[in-house]
T-cell receptor, first 113, second 110 residues
Framework: DVKVTQSSRYLVKRTGEKVFLECVQD?????MFWYRQDPGLGLRLIYF???????EKGDIPEGYSVSREKKERFSLILESASTNQTSMYLC????????????FGNGTRLTVT | QKEVEQNSGPLSVPEGAIASLNCTYS??????FFWYRQYSGKSPELIMF????GDKEDGRFTAQLNKASQYVSLLIRDSQPSDSATYLC??????????FGTGTRLTVIP
């Protein structure tokens, strides 16, 4: 079974802090993704990566950056956390074949106060 | 604009009934479709995928795809209280990303 592990289940940060969310997958998947999920808005793509050191902006990249130095690890960075970034953050991975399903981590519920 | 639309519900069915969840998509280039189940406070888990027109069955679940009508559905037979969750429909155009609907909340009443 694919395992996608997010480092924190719950996180509370203060406005203006720099926040790192870490994600690791163990299936040698090429693609990795960061989504946020908010009530009524569904899953929105922040960034994705199809290879080491490669990244693509998703639908809502503003206020976020990402890093992928190793194939198995994809980090989401909130440069200066704001209250409107309070959300559930979901990491996912998929194989390189087009149209493959995504496998999700358990999610990180981030609260910015 | 790639969009997937779902009836947000909530949808309530009695235990043992058939639950029917529907999804439409706007991009005719969409090739693959996925149904995810998400329990409250948990992450989405893949339950079915379908690539070809017609029906695909897996246990109590049947996915249906009609590319001409740009319509995807999920039928859950003999619904159980444990099926109560939000169901997300997602499509892919063959690129690496999936496009998700906002989900339909299903409640199965014992």
């Amino acid at each position: 079974d694919v395992k996608v592990t997010q480092s924190s289940r719950y996180l509370v940060k203060r406005t203006g802090e720099k926040v790192f969310l870490e994600c690791v997958q163990d299936m040698d998947h090429e693609n990795m993704f960061w989504y946020r999920q908010d009530p009524g808005l569904g899953l929105r793509l922040i960034y994705f990566s199809y290879d080491v050191k490669m990244k693509e902006k998703g639908d809502i990249p503003e206020g976020y950056s990402v890093s992928r130095e190793k194939k198995e690890r994809f980090s989401l960075i909130l440069e200066s956390a704001s209250t409107n970034q309070t959300s559930m953050y979901l990491c996912a991975s998929s194989p390189g074949q087009a149209g493959s399903p995504l496998h999700f981590g358990n999610g990180t519920r981030l609260t910015v106060t | 604009q790639k969009e997937v639309e779902q009836n947000s519900g909530p949808l309530s069915v009695p235990e043992g009934a058939i639950a029917s969840l529907n999804c439409t998509y706007s991009d005719r280039g969409s090739q693959s479709f996925f149904w995810y189940r998400q329990y409250s406070g948990k992450s989405p888990e893949l339950i079915m995928f379908i690539y070809s027109n017609g029906d695909k069955e897996d246990g109590r679940f049947t996915a249906q795809l009609n590319k001409a009508s740009q319509y995807v559905s999920l039928l859950i037979r003999d619904s159980q209280p444990s099926d109560s969750a939000t169901y997300l429909c997602a499509g892919s155009t063959g690129a690496n990303n999936l496009f998700f609907g906002t989900g339909t909340r299903l409640t199965v009443i014992p």
